[in-house]
């Protein structure tokens, strides 16, 4: 008698294992819409940010009037892609300090811009909440960032 005929056929749960069907958990149009998302997403572009952020925090000439509307629009979206990433990983829960800068960004981008009074000051104020939320996210989602003037990198020929 063979030492595998001595043992009962049940004596381990996978010795009668039949592998279930894969059923995926979405309808075609979920998958439709998903891959529609993948073909319009557009990488952060941190050195756009960070040129904005100079032009509004460093710069003895700031923005006019006319340009500070468009200024603090693509910084509020630029926040709400960053609160995104902040809080999209579980992996990588939100510190207290992103909590507070994703609500104070909140804050500071639904004030109203346009009407003269304190203009500058509040674009001002969402762009230092944006760059300590770049610096916030950066950090702990190991993000990487490129310099932009760094041509010395190899370049993949097509």
């Known amino acids: 008698m063979m030492v595998?005929?001595?043992a009962p056929?049940?004596?381990h749960p996978l010795s009668r294992h039949t592998p279930e069907k894969h059923v995926p958990p979405g309808t075609r149009e979920f998958y439709e819409d998903v891959a529609a998302r993948l073909r319009?997403?557009?990488?952060?572009?941190?050195?756009?940010i960070a040129t904005t952020l100079d032009q509004v925090l460093e710069s003895?000439?700031?923005?006019s009037d006319r340009e500070l509307v468009y200024v603090h629009w693509r910084l509020r979206s630029w926040h709400k892609r960053l609160s995104t990433?902040?809080?999209?990983?579980?992996?990588?829960?939100?510190?207290?300090?992103?909590?507070?800068?994703?609500?104070?960004?909140?804050?500071?981008?639904?004030?109203?811009?346009?009407?003269?009074t304190g203009e500058?000051?509040?674009?001002?104020?969402l762009a230092s909440t944006v760059l300590d939320l770049l610096d916030e996210v950066v950090r702990t989602h190991g993000l990487r960032?490129?310099?932009?003037?760094?041509?010395?990198?190899?370049?993949r020929s097509p």
Request: proline share 13%; glycine share 10%.
């Open 120 to 125: 500058l000051g509040t674009v001002r104020l």
């Open 40 to 48: 319009a997403w557009q990488p952060l572009p941190v050195g756009e």
């Open 60 to 63: 003895p000439d700031p923005p």
């Open 85 to 116: 990433i902040a809080l999209a990983d579980r992996r990588f829960p939100p510190t207290a300090h992103a909590c507070w800068l994703i609500q104070n960004g909140q804050r500071i981008g639904d004030l109203p811009i346009g009407d003269g």
């Open 9 to 11: 056929t049940t004596t």
């Open 4 to 6: 595998t005929e001595a």
């Open 145 to 155: 960032v490129d310099d932009d003037g760094d041509d010395s990198r190899p370049r």
